[in-house]
Structures are given as structure tokens and as C-alpha cells.
């Protein structure tokens, strides 16, 4: 059976999730000796959100945009450009993860991609 969009989709998502979190290496505080890593799903909700009109330079390409405070599945609240939007933004909308350019080095041409959230693409059921 071939496989489909949806599991293909998941798998991308997790090979992403997979590329970033190479690069997260927690640092110790001083007095600790252990930092406890545990995977973040990628799913949230929107806690508060804004639209930036006076965007630093690089990314004034894309501005205005709206940017969001999410509160993740797992407790963090992190700082977030929202992308893929179809409608307005609303505080507690259900998001999702992906990987999107975030601006281009200029003196090098250089595309820098990261994270951005996105509304989840199949809604959950309640």
C-alpha cells in the first residue's frame, strides 16, 4: 500500500524536527549537573500575538507580519512569526510547526530557514 500525503507529511515534520534539535545543547547552570531533554510535539496554541509594521532589517521584507506568543503542548511559551495564514489570527487558535524562510543574508545571498507556526492543517478532534 502506498504510503500517504498525511504520513509523508508527518515524516518530513519529524526528519525536521529531528534537524533542529541537533542544535539545541543545553548548557548546564552553575550547581547543575543534569539538564532533562524531552521532545516538544511542535503543536500549540496562540497566548497573545501582534502585527509588526517596523520590522528590523532583515526582516523587512515581509513586513507587516504577525508575530505570536505560543504556548506549547508541553508548558514553554516561545516567541513565533506566523505564517500560512487564510484568515485572522485568533488567541487560543491551535498551531502547528513548520520550516519557512525566515530572511536572506544580504552580503552573502545566503536563505536562513527556521521555525514558524502555521494554523494546524487538520483540525484535532475534540
Known amino acids: 500500500m502506498a504510503p500517504t500525503v498525511a504520513s509523508a507529511y508527518y515524516q518530513e515534520l519529524a526528519h525536521q524536527l529531528a534537524y533542529w534539535n541537533q542544535f539545541r545543547q543545553p548548557q548546564p547552570r552553575p550547581g547543575e549537573s543534569e539538564v532533562e531533554l524531552f521532545p516538544l510535539s511542535g503543536k500549540g496554541t496562540i497566548y497573545s500575538f501582534t502585527t509588526v509594521t517596523a520590522p528590523a532589517e532583515d526582516f523587512e521584507p515581509f513586513a507587516p507580519y504577525p508575530l505570536a506568543l505560543i504556548k506549547l503542548d508541553e508548558g514553554p511559551l516561545i516567541t513565533a512569526q506566523l505564517t500560512d495564514l487564510s484568515g485572522p489570527v485568533e488567541i487560543g487558535q491551535r498551531v502547528e510547526m513548520v520550516i519557512r524562510k525566515l530572511r536572506t543574508d ?7 530557514y527556521g521555525p514558524k ?10
Open 106 to 112: 544580504g552580503t552573502r545571498g545566503i536563505i536562513v
Open 117 to 126: 507556526f502555521r494554523p494546524l492543517l487538520r483540525p484535532e478532534a475534540s
